[in-house]
């Protein structure tokens, strides 16, 4: 939606899960010297400063990722991610946060690929000013779910979508489905990443019944919250809906849930699912 700035948002525990999971999905991706090529349906601004307005306004980070900064008990992959944010803050000082599009590209190799797309005119205006320019990067001004599309399968035949719409729009919860479901019929290869946030349970429910009747294999479901679900709270829980997982994420996840879901919790609630939601073929 036009008017969702990321910014309000930026370092909660909602970004903690899908960073994580994205990071841990690139490293094992570089593991071959094969190029692969990553697409990115909603970039966002790629860089958020934590002591600006739009972040101070509700300090979402604050019960996120400022939760993880200075612990010495991470486990290896929240390790890597808390690293990785640091490279973009002075040592000392926490006030700017990575979103997607710096991560992935702190992990690009000469051979890859990036495809950013972003639709709202004030984040593409930052999002170009923050990646610069890069030969390896494509930033594209336009819908990512409609225009990714024809990008697939991508030249590499290799790589992974990431898809983390606003939800601001209830109509995305359908559309979301549909595009996978063509996505996947081009480039059934192909890892895709779907973030979703809890707000209505039963809406979730119907999401991941709808993945489930397209017949895709091989999903997984990993989910965090922070508060048992209440339909006067808002966003209690989020979580990555995973295709074509690589084979060790799993058991990486396994160990990372339970210890974000205690570490995150509000008031010892803290919650997590790992789930199969087809299994692979």
Same mark, same amino acid.
């Given at each position: 939606?036009?008017?969702?700035?990321?910014?309000?948002?930026?370092? &909660?525990?909602?970004? %903690?899960?899908?960073?994580? %999971?994205?990071?841990?999905?690139?490293?094992?991706?570089?593991?071959?010297?094969?190029?692969?090529?990553?697409?990115? !349906?909603?970039?966002?601004?790629?860089?958020?400063?934590?002591?600006?307005?739009?972040? /101070? =306004?509700?300090?979402? @980070?604050?019960?996120?990722? +400022?939760?993880?900064?200075?612990?010495?008990?991470?486990?290896?992959?929240?390790?890597?991610?808390?690293? $990785? #944010? =640091?490279?973009?803050?002075? #040592?000392?000082? @926490? &006030?700017?946060?990575?979103?997607?599009?710096?991560? *992935?590209?702190?992990?690009?190799?000469?051979?890859?690929?990036?495809?950013? @797309?972003?639709?709202?005119?004030?984040?593409?205006?930052?999002? =170009?000013?923050?990646?610069?320019?890069?030969?390896?990067?494509?930033?594209?001004?336009?819908?990512?779910?409609?225009?990714?599309?024809?990008?697939?399968?991508?030249?590499?035949?290799?790589?992974?979508?990431? *898809?983390?719409?606003?939800?601001?729009?209830?109509?995305?919860?359908? #559309?979301?489905?549909?595009?996978?479901?063509? $996505?996947?019929?081009?480039?059934?290869?192909? !890892?895709?990443?779907?973030?979703?946030? %809890?707000?209505?349970?039963?809406? &979730? &429910?119907?999401?991941?019944?709808?993945?489930?009747? !397209?017949?895709?294999?091989?999903?997984?479901? @990993?989910? /965090?919250?922070?508060?048992?679900?209440?339909?006067?709270?808002?966003?209690?829980?989020?979580?990555?809906?995973?295709? +074509?997982?690589?084979?060790?994420?799993?058991? !990486? $996840? #396994?160990?990372? /849930?339970?210890?974000?879901?205690?570490?995150?919790?509000?008031? +010892?609630?803290?919650?997590?699912?790992?789930?199969?939601?087809?299994?692979? =073929?």
């Amino acid at each position: 939606m036009l008017s969702y700035r990321h910014a309000f948002h930026a370092g &909660n525990f909602a970004d %903690v899960l899908k960073h994580v %999971v994205l990071l841990e999905i690139i490293t094992y991706l570089t593991q071959k010297d094969k190029a692969f090529c990553i697409i990115d !349906t909603h970039a966002g601004g790629g860089k958020y400063e934590l002591d600006g307005d739009y972040a /101070l =306004k509700n300090r979402e @980070f604050e019960s996120g990722i +400022n939760r993880l900064w200075q612990r010495d008990d991470l486990p290896l992959c929240i390790a890597n991610y808390v690293a $990785m #944010q =640091k490279r973009f803050n002075s #040592q000392g000082h @926490f &006030n700017r946060y990575a979103g997607s599009p710096l991560l *992935i590209k702190q992990l690009l190799r000469p051979q890859d690929k990036l495809h950013l @797309f972003e639709l709202h005119s004030t984040e593409i205006a930052a999002l =170009k000013l923050n990646m610069k320019h890069d030969k390896r990067i494509a930033i594209h001004h336009a819908d990512g779910l409609k225009e990714s599309l024809k990008l697939l399968p991508p030249l590499e035949r290799r790589g992974l979508v990431l *898809i983390d719409p606003s939800y601001e729009i209830k109509s995305d919860y359908d #559309q979301v489905i549909k595009t996978l479901a063509q $996505m996947h019929k081009r480039f059934s290869t192909g !890892t895709y990443l779907l973030w979703y946030p %809890v707000i209505d349970r039963e809406r &979730n &429910n119907a999401l991941e019944k709808a993945l489930i009747k !397209t017949e895709i294999p091989n999903i997984q479901l @990993f989910e /965090l919250g922070i508060a048992l679900d209440e339909s006067k709270r808002g966003m209690t829980a989020s979580g990555m809906i995973v295709i +074509n997982p690589p084979w060790n994420l799993a058991k !990486t $996840m #396994q160990i990372a /849930l339970p210890w974000l879901a205690q570490c995150l919790g509000e008031n +010892n609630k803290g919650t997590y699912r790992f789930e199969t939601l087809a299994a692979e =073929k």
